[in-house]
């Protein structure tokens, strides 16, 4: 083997030995915006040649780089609670590194440190999606919510699809039976009465939907006991954009919803991200999220048309 040859395999197993060290490294970011009106942005991975589409919360680790081109920006919020950056064209290509110091409080700090962890599992591969969302049929009937979730204190409203000309029953049972019953309801979001039994906290209640046609469906939920309900809300408190300086108002709201599906709040957790997606509807992020918590919950259609919605803002151009 010639000298020419000896460095060039000595050069191509350095690469590899970089790259399988940089898979192997833990996540020190996760991108929480992807916005590609009139840009592109793209991640290149430590000890790899190739520029690839960037994906919605994908996880990033020492030495890889995020390039955005045009008008486009992303935004990654660092682990361990270390602050969010914000990549456009003018500091691109940036190059990963975790931040020496943090730019939140010990508490908000704390807390966006757990949510990253968290959603840097949370990415999904897109490639193998149906074509487009008109593709994917959202259940006929379904519960929507609550369903298999944990709820804060307060008034349970539920929610169902369906056709709006049938008729629904509802009714809600608990361990000793049925608590309350209603017929003949138009599909629009029933509360729970406040003239029928009180829900206790702590408790696993099931409230069943029938319509015409239509097998029985049922789906569990609980109300949490108080004290967990007032560390819920003091967390909540605390992923505020004042408590979160350099954080998106899309990457705040992640850190929120995060939070609420870590704790087994998805019913809170689809709400927090359908607020924030009626604001800003082309952030794919916020629908890969939903797409998770429908996936947390059964809802799979739902998931995949959030997954799909997901994949096509993330390549739009």
Same mark, same amino acid.
């Given at each position: 083997?010639?000298?020419?040859?000896?460095?060039?395999?000595?050069?191509?197993?350095?690469?590899?030995? =970089?790259?399988?060290?940089?898979?192997?490294?833990?996540?020190?970011?996760?991108?929480?915006?992807?916005?590609?009106?009139?840009?592109?942005?793209?991640?290149?991975?430590?000890?790899?040649?190739?520029?690839?589409?960037?994906?919605? #919360?994908?996880?990033?680790?020492?030495?890889?780089?995020?390039?955005?081109?045009?008008?486009?920006?992303?935004? #990654?919020?660092?682990?361990?609670?270390?602050?969010?950056?914000?990549?456009?064209?003018?500091?691109?290509?940036?190059?990963?590194?975790?931040?020496?110091?943090?730019? =939140?409080?010990?508490?908000?700090? =704390?807390? +966006?440190?757990? +949510?990253?962890?968290?959603?840097?599992?949370?990415?999904?591969?897109?490639?193998?999606?149906?074509?487009?969302?008109?593709?994917?049929?959202?259940?006929?009937?379904?519960?929507?919510?609550?369903?298999?979730?944990?709820?804060?204190?307060?008034?349970?409203?539920?929610?169902?699809?369906?056709?709006?000309?049938?008729?629904?029953?509802?009714?809600? #049972?608990?361990?000793?039976?049925?608590?309350?019953?209603?017929?003949?309801?138009?599909?629009?979001?029933?509360?729970?009465?406040?003239?029928?039994?009180?829900?206790?906290?702590? +408790?696993?209640?099931?409230?069943?939907?029938?319509?015409?046609?239509?097998?029985?469906?049922? =789906?569990?939920?609980?109300?949490?006991?108080?004290?967990?309900?007032?560390?819920?809300?003091?967390?909540?408190?605390?992923?505020?954009?004042?408590?979160?300086?350099?954080?998106?108002?899309?990457?705040?709201?992640?850190?929120?919803?995060?939070?609420?599906?870590?704790?087994?709040?998805?019913?809170?957790?689809?709400?927090?991200?359908?607020?924030?997606?009626?604001?800003?509807?082309?952030?794919?992020?916020?629908?890969?999220?939903?797409?998770?918590?429908?996936?947390?919950?059964?809802?799979?259609?739902?998931?995949?048309?959030?997954?799909?919605?997901?994949?096509?803002?993330?390549?739009?151009?």
């Amino acid at each position: 083997m010639t000298m020419t040859s000896r460095l060039a395999a000595l050069a191509g197993a350095l690469m590899l030995a =970089a790259a399988a060290v940089a898979s192997a490294a833990d996540p020190v970011g996760v991108l929480t915006e992807i916005r590609t009106e009139r840009g592109r942005v793209e991640v290149k991975r430590a000890g790899e040649s190739e520029w690839k589409p960037a994906q919605p #919360l994908l996880a990033l680790r020492p030495g890889d780089q995020i390039r955005v081109s045009g008008e486009a920006r992303a935004s #990654l919020v660092f682990t361990g609670g270390r602050g969010a950056q914000a990549v456009s064209a003018a500091n691109s290509p940036f190059t990963v590194r975790p931040p020496a110091a943090a730019g =939140a409080s010990d508490k908000a700090r =704390a807390l +966006v440190g757990g +949510v990253t962890d968290f959603l840097a599992g949370k990415q999904k591969e897109l490639a193998y999606l149906p074509l487009s969302v008109r593709s994917v049929r959202p259940p006929r009937v379904a519960q929507i919510q609550p369903r298999q979730t944990k709820l804060q204190p307060g008034a349970v409203t539920f929610e169902w699809s369906g056709s709006n000309t049938l008729r629904y029953k509802i009714r809600v #049972l608990g361990p000793q039976g049925m608590l309350w019953e209603q017929a003949n309801l138009a599909r629009k979001p029933v509360a729970y009465p406040a003239s029928a039994p009180a829900l206790e906290p702590g +408790v696993r209640y099931v409230w069943q939907l029938e319509t015409a046609g239509e097998p029985m469906q049922q =789906a569990d939920f609980e109300i949490l006991p108080a004290a967990e309900a007032a560390r819920v809300r003091d967390a909540i408190d605390s992923l505020v954009p004042a408590s979160l300086p350099g954080f998106s108002l899309s990457s705040v709201a992640l850190m929120r919803a995060g939070y609420f599906l870590r704790e087994g709040l998805c019913a809170d957790a689809r709400r927090e991200l359908q607020t924030a997606l009626a604001t800003d509807p082309d952030e794919p992020t916020l629908h890969m999220l939903l797409g998770q918590v429908y996936d947390t919950v059964g809802l799979g259609e739902l998931a995949q048309r959030e997954f799909v919605e997901a994949r096509d803002l993330t390549a739009r151009r």
